[in-house]
Structure formats: structure tokens, C-alpha cells
């Protein structure tokens, strides 16, 4: 689309859904974007439809199995009525599926003369709300037959099923907590071993520290580091069905990371210390999460960094802004993870805030966008010396108590990843968290 003169703007989230009207066939991937083009509405449909062709798509059942089917919903304010082309698209009301995505598009906020024509052509006196609303909206997700889902390694991870525990191995000298234990090629296999044996679904690898004032490192030595790591604990046979995340915000490191087996962009910086790094990761095809920080480790923790009036709506603000840029350099929404930062940029009680306002976080952040507020949500608050100052713990590797209440507390309020140092406890803790939440929605 984009070389054939489409600008996208938005994505929807990725939906896996049953089949409709012909359900003897494999089920289908929805989404949706919003774009801006000078093509009049019947040159674009005339391009959407050299682009199915050169996908793949021929004639056959109508509603059968097709490698690829793209409509126009809207096209601006316009209502268009042909022998070809019908806007808004006459089945909107009646489909989930084609609601789902759409309603992704937008903010909770309507903030465009565009949106607000876009809702007085729906059915419903509440608009596009009341239309979704009236199909069964956000309760037919993961019901119904419809799931969102990441697309990742050659698989779709319904990330939503049960909350991930992403383990830490840190590779390098100078981390808070467990800095210098794994620099040997040996030790981190065997940490790895350790963190798959104990549940850990995702192995995160980091060969940059990024505590408060710790000294940059080149990308070339970063991959030094890692690339070594990385290489045998892709051949470990217990990390099949398994996940790789590196820790970077080095586009270079990003890219070689990927092209050696990693699954996942871990960026700290959110694309801010790396003008490139929206751009591969787009090009890289693999999930991101996107942080927010202010400033760089040296400069995060200093006075102006940490002046905040509403924290968890100024992250959501900030954070918004990242995933806006990375969206615009070509990476869907459906792709991106985000992490408000916790112990980047903040005082502990921003820590606490943000810990205990993480669904205010995702509301804020809809007022903007529909789709990026669904994004699964990381935390990190492992070991951090906010738990260290409340709890009376200066040494990290007291703080697992503290951080198994922290994870405890997010998970219960909306966190779909948690990052650890000790994963075993964690594990058990999310476990119960989960069956929690799946007994309230039980009782719901």
C-alpha cells in the first residue's frame, strides 16, 4: 500500500476470527488502518484490487477462502454510492470482526470533524460507541471466535491467555543487581537453564546496562557481548517454544539480534536514543516494546526528568507519542508492547502510581488510540531501589518479596508481561493472579 501512494497513519490490532457466512474453511486475520491519499476513491479501489491480485487472489465463493481481502470503510466524509463502490461499507454494522479493528482507529476523544462525520453515518444515535456497543463490543474479545493476537516468529501469540514471566539475564559488568555473574558464554546458558526450568516464557538479554548513570557503550561492543550469548541460547533444545527478547536501543544491535534468531525488540528509549530505530524495527518485522523514559540513563533520574503533575497520565502522553512515531515508520500497532518505565525517569512514588494505575495508563492513552491502549502491557519493577527504599532492603538481590508484591499488584491490574530476576516466585505469583482474574470474569 505504502508504494502504491497510501500513507498509513493507524493500525488496528490483528484479530483472529472464525470464519463468517462460509465456516467450513480456516479461520480468519482482521485488521484495519487508517491512511491518507491522493487517490480518489475509485482509483484506490482500483489499486486495493491490483493489490489482492498481485497477492494471490482469484475468483471464487464469495465469502470463501482468499488469500487476502481488503474494503474501503471510509473514505473522508464522503458517502459514495456506484455500480463498484459503496462508502461507508454497507455490512460495518453487522460484522465484529470489521467493527473490532475499526473502532481500534479511533480515540475515545473524537478529535477530527473527519471522526465525528465517521460516527453520524453509523446506525446507532451513540455512533460508532453505540454500534459496537450493540453488537456485544469488547466482551465478544476472546469470545465469539475473536482474538487479538501478535504475529511472532512463524505463530500468533494470543498474549492475552495468561500473564508471560520474561526472565533477565543482564551480560553485563556494571547492572544493579546482578551485574558481572554472567559474562561468560557457560554462566549464561546455565542462568538460562535455570530461568526455562523454573516457567520463564520469555529470556530477555541485555549487554548494556541502563541503571541510572551507567556509561554508553558502542553497539559494536554491546554485540560483542551478546551475539555469543545469543547464538547458544538459541541452540539450547528447552528454549523451543520459547522467546527471545533483546535489550537494546541500538538499531544496529537490533538488526543483527534478529538476523542471529531473536524474537523480540526490547528498547528502552522507545526509538529516542536511536533515530534509526523505528525504521528497522519496522523493516524487521518483530514485535517491539516500546518504554517510556525520559532523557538517557545518565541524564533520566536528574530534576527536570522528574517533575511530574499527573504521572500516569503524562507517561501515557509521552508514551502515546513514541508508539505514534514508530507507527508512522511503518510499525503496525499489532506489533507493538508497551512499558510505562517503571524506575526509568520516576520518584518511587511515581513507582507506586504508576504500579496501582495501570488501567488509568491504558484509558489515557485511549483517548488517543483505541488499539495501542489493547497493546499488552510490560512491567519491570524487579529489584528496583524504589522496593529497596520502602521495604528497608539496600542490597538488590533482597528485594525478591517486594517484587513479587509490585508484580502481584500489576498483574491484578491489567499487566500482561512481567520482567524478573527471580522467576520461580514469580511464576507462582502470576499463576495465582491469573486464576483470580479468571474466577472475577467467571463471576462477571
Same mark, same amino acid.
Given at each position: ?50 493489490? %489482492? ?104 501469540? %494470543? ?60 553497539? %559494536? ?131 507506586? %502510581? ?91
Amino acid at each position: 500500500m505504502r508504494k502504491m501512494g497510501i500513507n498509513i497513519t493507524r493500525h488496528a490490532c490483528l484479530y483472529e476470527t472464525a470464519p463468517a457466512y462460509v465456516t467450513d474453511q480456516p479461520r480468519f486475520l482482521n485488521s484495519a488502518v487508517r491512511a491518507v491519499t491522493k487517490l480518489g476513491p475509485h482509483e484506490l479501489l482500483g489499486v486495493l484490487k491490483k493489490i %489482492e491480485k498481485d497477492m494471490g487472489r482469484t475468483g471464487g465463493i464469495r465469502y470463501g477462502p482468499r488469500p487476502i481481502d481488503l474494503d474501503i470503510l471510509f473514505y473522508g466524509k464522503y458517502q459514495i454510492g456506484s455500480d463498484i463502490l459503496t462508502v461507508p461499507h454497507v455490512r460495518i454494522w453487522e460484522r465484529p470482526f470489521v467493527m473490532a479493528p475499526l473502532m481500534d482507529l479511533l480515540g475515545s476523544v473524537i478529535d477530527s470533524d473527519t471522526i465525528a462525520c465517521w460516527h453520524s453515518f453509523s446506525t446507532d444515535s451513540d455512533g460508532l460507541f453505540g454500534s459496537w456497543e450493540k453488537l456485544g463490543g469488547e466482551s465478544l474479545i476472546g469470545k465469539e471466535g475473536m482474538k487479538r493476537v501478535l504475529p511472532i516468529r512463524n505463530h500468533l501469540w %494470543e498474549w492475552s491467555e495468561k500473564t508471560s514471566v520474561m526472565g533477565i539475564l543482564n551480560l553485563t559488568p556494571d547492572s544493579f543487581s546482578d551485574g558481572g555473574k554472567f559474562l561468560s558464554v557457560e554462566n549464561a546458558v546455565s542462568h538460562v537453564h535455570s530461568m526455562i526450568s523454573e516457567g520463564a516464557d520469555i529470556v530477555d538479554i541485555g549487554a548494556q546496562s541502563t541503571q541510572p548513570m551507567a556509561s554508553r557503550i558502542s553497539a %559494536e561492543e554491546e554485540l560483542d557481548r551478546l551475539i555469543p550469548v545469543l547464538e547458544a541460547v538459541l541452540e539450547m533444545p528447552e528454549m523451543q517454544g520459547k522467546l527471545i527478547s533483546v535489550d537494546t536501543f541500538y538499531s544496529d544491535v537490533a538488526s543483527e539480534a534478529v538476523n542471529k534468531g531473536a524474537h523480540i525488540i526490547n528498547d528502552v528509549s522507545a526509538g529516542q536514543l536511536d533515530p534509526n530505530m523505528h525504521e528497522m524495527v519496522a523493516s524487521l518485522d518483530v514485535p517491539y516494546i516500546a518504554m517510556h523514559m525520559r532523557g538517557d540513563p545518565t541524564t533520566m533520574q536528574s530534576s527536570d526528568n522528574l517533575q511530574y503533575d499527573d504521572v500516569c497520565s503524562q507517561v501515557a502522553s509521552e508514551l502515546f507519542s513514541r508508539v505514534k512515531d514508530a507507527e508512522l515508520s511503518g510499525v503496525p500497532a499489532w506489533r507493538i508492547i508497551i512499558d510505562p518505565g517503571i524506575g526509568f525517569s520516576k520518584k518511587t512514588e511515581h513507582n507506586l %502510581e504508576i504500579l496501582a494505575g495501570l488501567p488509568a495508563i491504558r484509558t489515557e492513552i485511549a483517548k488517543r488510540s483505541i488499539a495501542v491502549s489493547h497493546a499488552p502491557l510490560l512491567i519491570g519493577p524487579s529489584r528496583k531501589r524504589f522496593l529497596g527504599e520502602i521495604c528497608n532492603r539496600p542490597a538488590a538481590v533482597e528485594r525478591d518479596s517486594a517484587t513479587i508484591a509490585s508484580v502481584t499488584a500489576g498483574t491484578l491490574g491489567g499487566a500482561n508481561i512481567v520482567r524478573v530476576h527471580n522467576v520461580k516466585d514469580n511464576v507462582d505469583a502470576v499463576k495465582v493472579c491469573d486464576a483470580m482474574l479468571k474466577e472475577r470474569r467467571t463471576q462477571s
